[in-house]
């Protein structure tokens, strides 16, 4: 599993993705506020993944590694 916890302001809406190294979008959510979640990876192919939370305003990108 992998846990992500993200705050966002009271009124923001933002997407969370991850994303493989190829580009491909494997798990996508959107939350508003906040987000405390832990995703089933598992069935996902080992190796680097980005995780990325968009809102209006910026944009957080951090890489994680599957294994």
Do not use: C, N, W
């Not at 190829?22 to 995780?51: C, H, N, W």
């Amino acid at each position: 599993l992998l846990s992500v916890e993200a705050v966002v302001g009271e009124q923001q809406t933002a997407d969370l993705e991850i994303i493989s190294l190829t580009g491909q979008t494997v798990y996508r959510a959107s939350f508003e506020g906040r987000y405390d979640g832990q995703l089933p990876i598992a069935s996902y192919a080992k190796g680097m993944y980005l995780v990325r939370i968009k809102t209006a305003h910026s944009i957080f990108q951090k890489k994680v590694l599957f294994e």
